[in-house]
């Protein structure tokens, strides 16, 4: 730990130095024998404080303190050969400003260190990595790198062949910390066409060669694995008597049945008596099988057609590889082991196995101007309608029937719909449109097992045979893009739950950089979407200095 | 796992093979611009450098000796025939105002005693002072310069004098497209429709030639003149209809023709951070009620997006200008979108920044002033354009257009309320050996925010441009 402290002092000397760099003329734009190079990064500092009080699962006040730094270059050795690379460093200094909080050790929080104090994992210094070759019809780019397809925002449909890094929650996401890029080569050729319809056409083709298999690094369970944003969910065996004595102790309520009648076990008044208490649901103990590197289980193929016809654009898509996320259950036969933690709380700790399971996608989307939307009162800018849809063939699923929990394959449809559309509205802002984007979500799981079953999709998504979820976007900007609030929320329809953020983001120029913003949670059915993050109710703010 | 082992093989041997085949079809290409910005900036930097970057860059020394033969003409025959085509030479028609204002150095503190208000448009007037709040641009020395006759390519004025009188109007005055044969189309304006066929000329423009490559760098500037943005972008135009200059002459190809396109753009971004590797490609067509395509690929989402043809009101990455603004003036001329009432309300002399020879034009780093530009008589149409749709960001625009090349050098755009909102002036460079202009200096300044915007170019014939630099291949190959 010293070490890694030690480390962290290293980083921002470093990072230090680079803004020194940056307010003396340090060059951004370098001639290297002839060849341009670009260099570009920024440093940053966020925190966030909880709205949510002194919870089990979230600290009061401060939550975290997350400082990143990021440099990112390019090179072109040849007009037609270009290298990028970029790599970042980010700590929450929260760990360090909590060293020795009481609630902060007892809700086990300080445990979580190995997972996010640091991010010290090769793949995540090194962040994108890539050559890109142009030559005659093909573009070819090979290295760690992001892919991402669909016309969708948030919520992934199509768009599933780099993994997330989902362990920070919701809070300012961007897209540097949230999604990872892998080792890929993706070739594309565009042929030639010579049609006043189709005004253009190309073929993309997607390699993953499982060099690195790096999957979505999820929000975890338990403080001392998910710290903050772990999600708040009653164990399954809740609650639980605390018996007193030498004995079993920790019991389920359902249990205390089975427990042999005195003079071998407690007395039935006693058992009466006892306070049942809630249990939450603890680190999961999980063995997942995933491909070891270069093994060809792991290898990922994609194949995307891209066309312009008239003023639409489609695409077709193909996927046959890995899901990032896996699909779960609990072993058989083996109860959780169940403990209290120092500041009081009962966890419930499974044992859990798994296996990333294959993906087999074919989709399509499509984005066209809706000119007949076109109105003069509002701005006079005809809105873009984004269509996005994939079949997932033998998609596999969790399937729980009772105490009996199996992987299951279905077939299952998602879809999704959006605009893009700019409005203006003088009376808010006379000189700027608004941007609203609302999208619709809906995915069917085709043969769904009953009503008596619960199905969950790889990540542990609660599923029914019919999900709708919605989403809105809403900017805009003041004073030359100086100032620029926006609001976003995200609707689950199928578990009554939302999360919204509003946030402001101030630029003092293209240096400085300063957001503030809030996160919030809500869900009416207990345990399911949103309402695991019911207690993570936060603001935060980032300062950001640039270097161009 | 639930491994299916025996595919996985073929296909990995099929994408190699096919990664192969496209390694080893690499056609020989000549290459499309031989500069960077990393080499631009060692030759001109935006402040305090009067470096005259054309003549120590000349284009013939960045492009190759082909391309460079290519797009350029016998001087002395195109200004003759240019000279035909619109009837005088600037020279032979300025100096009647103020005729004791004469070519030489002036200081602002001189401007009260010499009738330089009677020769300037007002707002250079004032801007002929030491460098103050709230924008960059003004000039406390300005040197006069002999008015110099200025002319289009051979190709341009030969196509503007065998077409005139080709292109027909209807009773409102807007074109019939399909008429308009190539070159300015209404070389010599005249009659009741003089002021549109001013803004038709404009509109069929060949500033940046047929094909160009435009670097730009550009710096924001808040109202106490302190630097808030700093951009670079490369700029790759394409004219698709008319073409004199490059093959193919007229359209393009069949499809510009049949779909009636009219110019394709590409953009590179590369700085600041936010904004790096970010492409556009913008496809504009001649039909007034047809939307352009916007294709972005957008690096903070790394995919390539439509985004709308219509959406032209908003500033650009916040600058204080509009996709309307562009060029100073880059709406479509229609009598059903956002029309004008178009009239010209000036036709006279002005003393004005029109022009540069050799780039020399730079930025005062503490004034922000504006120094070394030339300032020239040039005759001048003042063209009034009244808007018909209240909904329309602007009421009105107050366009200055050179009479000798219709090239916009100044324009004032109002609000619906009749406030100043956005002024923006252009300073072209001229090259006599391609009888073209290009972008130099560009200053548009947001008079109720108060902020300003400087974009400073050099421009390179790039005839070998296809289709390709425009395409979905494109916003792959240069998007981040």
């Excluded at chain 1, 209290?340 to 989307?365: F, W």
């Excluded at chain 1, 105490?403 to 808010?428: A, C, H, M, R, S």
């Excluded at chain 2, 916040?318 to 603004?325: F, H, K, M, R, V």
Aim: with cysteine.
């Amino acid at each position: 730990m010293k070490g890694k402290r030690m480390l962290v002092n290293l980083v921002t000397a470093v990072a230090l130095g680079l803004f020194v760099f940056a307010n003396t003329g340090f060059a951004k734009v370098l001639d290297l024998g002839g060849n341009q190079m670009n260099l570009f990064g920024y440093i940053s500092q966020g925190a966030s404080y909880s709205l949510a009080g002194d919870k089990p699962d979230n600290e009061e006040g401060l939550n975290s303190a997350i400082f990143t730094a990021f440099i990112e270059a390019d090179y072109y050795p040849t007009d037609d050969l270009k290298l990028f690379g970029s790599a970042k460093f980010t700590s929450d200094w929260i760990y360090a400003l909590k060293d020795s909080d009481t609630s902060w050790i007892d809700k086990e929080f300080d445990r979580s260190s190995d997972n996010q104090e640091f991010d010290d994992e090769y793949w995540q210094m090194i962040n994108e990595l890539h050559a890109t070759w142009s030559t005659g019809n093909a573009v070819i780019r090979v290295g760690k790198q992001v892919v991402a397809w669909g016309e969708m925002d948030g919520n992934r449909i199509m768009d599933q062949i780099n993994p997330l890094d989902q362990r920070r929650g919701f809070a300012d996401v961007e897209f540097e910390s949230s999604i990872i890029p892998i080792w890929l080569a993706k070739a594309e050729y565009y042929p030639e066409i010579d049609s006043e319809n189709i005004l253009d056409f190309g073929i993309e083709m997607i390699f993953n060669p499982n060099a690195d298999f790096i999957p979505t690094q999820q929000t975890q369970f338990g403080n001392e694995e998910g710290s903050i944003w772990t999600p708040n969910m009653d164990a399954v065996f809740s609650p639980y008597v605390d018996i007193p004595g030498p004995g079993p102790g920790l019991v389920p309520e359902m249990a205390l049945g089975m427990l042999p009648p005195p003079p071998m076990g407690p007395p039935p008044a006693l058992l009466a008596g006892l306070p049942r208490e809630k249990a939450v649901m603890g680190k999961q103990w999980a063995d997942i099988s995933e491909p070891d590197e270069w093994d060809p289980d792991g290898f990922e193929y994609g194949l995307r057609i891209k066309t312009l016809i008239g003023n639409t654009m489609f695409t077709v898509n193909a996927f046959y590889g890995l899901d990032n996320l896996p699909v779960t259950k609990a072993v058989a036969g083996v109860l959780p082991t169940v403990r209290r933690r120092a500041d009081g709380t009962i966890v419930e700790e499974p044992l859990m196995e798994g296996y990333y399971p294959r993906q087999r996608l074919l989709g399509l989307t499509m984005a066209t101007d809706l000119e007949s939307l076109r109105l003069s009162a509002l701005g006079g800018v005809s809105p873009i309608l984004r269509v996005e849809a994939v079949y997932g063939y033998h998609s596999a699923y969790t399937k729980i029937l009772g105490p009996v929990q199996t992987f299951e394959e279905y077939n299952d449809l998602k879809w999704g719909v959006g605009l893009d559309w700019k409005v203006k509205i003088p009376v808010l802002n006379s000189k700027n449109s608004f941007t609203v984007s609302p999208q619709f979500f809906h995915t069917h799981v085709f043969g769904f097992p009953g009503s008596d079953a619960i199905l969950l999709a790889p990540g542990g998504t609660g599923t029914e045979e019919d999900n709708f979820s919605g989403s809105l976007m809403i900017g805009t900007q003041y004073l030359h893009g100086k100032i620029m609030p926006s609001f976003f929320i995200l609707q689950d329809f199928t578990n009554k739950a939302y999360f919204m953020r509003p946030q402001i983001v101030y630029s003092y120029d293209d240096n400085i950089q300063f957001s503030v913003g809030a996160v919030i949670f809500s869900g009416q059915e207990d345990n399911k979407s949103f309402d695991l993050f019911d207690n993570k109710d936060q603001v935060f703010c980032k300062l950001t200095y640039k270097f161009n | 796992m639930n491994p299916n082992p025996k595919i996985k093989p073929r296909l990995l041997i099929l994408c190699l093979s096919i990664l192969l085949c496209f390694a080893g079809n690499v056609p020989a290409e000549e290459p499309k611009v031989n500069i960077s910005f990393a080499e631009l900036m060692q030759h001109k930097q935006v402040y305090d450098d009067t470096t005259p970057i054309y003549e120590k860059l000349p284009v013939k020394d960045v492009v190759t000796p082909k391309v460079y033969a290519s797009v350029t003409f016998d001087a002395t025959a195109s200004s003759e025939k240019w000279a035909q085509a619109v009837g005088f030479k600037a020279p032979d028609i300025v100096g009647k105002i103020a005729p004791q204002i004469k070519p030489g150095e002036y200081s602002y503190d001189q401007k009260e005693s010499l009738p330089f208000k009677e020769l300037m448009i007002p707002d250079h007037y004032a801007r002929f002072a030491p460098g103050a709040p709230p924008h960059i641009g003004n000039f406390s020395k300005i040197k006069v310069v002999p008015t110099r006759q200025y002319y289009w390519a051979l190709p341009i004025a030969k196509a503007s004098l065998e077409n005139s009188g080709k292109t027909q109007q209807d009773g409102k005055g807007y074109i019939k497209d399909e008429t308009y044969k190539g070159g300015y189309p209404f070389p010599k304006p005249s009659g009741k429709f003089k002021a549109i066929q001013v803004m038709y000329n404009w509109e069929k423009r060949y500033t940046q030639a047929d094909n160009y490559t435009l670097y730009t760098q550009s710096k924001g500037f808040d109202k106490n003149l302190n630097e808030d943005f700093s951009g670079l972008v490369t700029v790759n135009y394409m004219r698709l209809q008319g073409r004199l200059l490059s093959e193919p002459f007229g359209w393009y190809d069949d499809r510009a023709r049949e779909r009636g396109e009219l110019t394709s753009t590409s953009s590179f971004s590369e700085a600041p951070r936010d904004l790096y590797g970010n492409v556009l490609s913008l496809q504009s067509y001649v039909a007034p009620d047809q939307d352009n395509m916007f294709l972005m690929y957008i690096n903070g989402l790394r995919r390539a997006r439509k985004l709308s043809g219509s959406d032209t009101q908003d500033p650009m990455g916040g600058q204080d200008l509009i996709y309307e603004d562009a060029d100073g003036f880059n709406q479509k001329i229609s009598p059903d979108r956002y029309p004008y009432i178009y009239e010209v309300v000036g036709e006279r002399e002005f003393l004005i920044p029109a022009y540069t020879l050799d780039g020399a034009t730079t930025i005062d780093s503490k004034t922000k002033e504006f120094a070394n530009f030339e300032f020239e008589r040039r005759p001048l149409y003042v063209l009034k354009l009244t808007q018909q749709d209240e909904n329309f960001v602007y009421g009105q625009r107050t366009i200055y257009v050179d009479k000798e090349t219709f090239i916009i050098l100044y324009t004032e755009a109002y609000d619906q309320k009749g406030n100043l909102y956005r002024t923006i002036n252009q300073n072209f460079a001229f090259f006599p050996e391609q009888g073209m202009f290009i972008m130099n200096d560009f200053l548009a300044r947001d008079h109720l925010d108060l902020h300003s915007t400087y974009i400073k170019s050099y421009g390179v014939p790039a005839p070998n441009l296809t289709r390709d630099d425009f395409s979905l291949k494109e916003l792959a190959k240069r998007g981040k």
